[in-house]
């Protein structure tokens, strides 16, 4: 979760979700197209392999 957008994802262990908004206190949280976004872990060690610098939560410059 971020307390600002753009920023790095910090993880939290464990959040409250609320239903229509996403998670309390993420700055997606509210109305908007992509409250939450789920990853699958298989994609997420994938991308560990190909990428084992990529810090979890940052994205990479290419794909902004």
Avoid: C, N, W
């Amino acid at each position: 979760m971020s307390k600002k957008k753009g920023t790095v994802k910090e993880d939290v262990g464990e959040a409250l979700l609320i239903e229509g908004l996403g998670l309390a206190g993420d700055a997606h949280a509210g109305f908007m197209h992509r409250q939450v976004s789920l990853l699958a872990l298989e994609d997420i060690e994938e991308i560990q392999e190909k990428l084992p610098v990529l810090k979890q939560g940052v994205l990479p410059k290419t794909s902004r």
